[in-house]
């Protein structure tokens, strides 16, 4: 699950890097509409990628908190288990 918040994050600034040489590209040879138009996209892929960012982060953090919940009610059992 990590890994693939890295390599999301790795990937989105790749694409990122990519788009931003195509912006200026874009300026050059076609003017400020085709670039503001490129703009409505990059800002369409950050915010999928922000979207897809925070509902991995809440994965992990009900991942974390299973885990929790299992270990506390394991400690009671062993607990339970020694008392006896």
């Known amino acids: 699950m990590i890994l693939a918040l890295c390599f999301s994050l790795h990937l989105t600034n790749a694409v990122s890097f990519l ?17 503001k138009g490129s703009n409505e996209i990059l800002v369409r892929l950050l915010n999928t990628a922000q979207e897809q960012l925070q ?5 992990i953090q009900d991942i974390n908190w299973q885990r929790k919940n299992e270990q506390i009610e394991a400690g009671t059992k062993l607990k339970t288990l020694e008392d006896r």
């Open 19 to 35: 788009y931003s040489i195509q912006n200026l590209e874009l300026l050059q040879e076609y003017g400020s509409t085709v670039w």
């Open 55 to 59: 509902d991995i982060r809440k994965k």
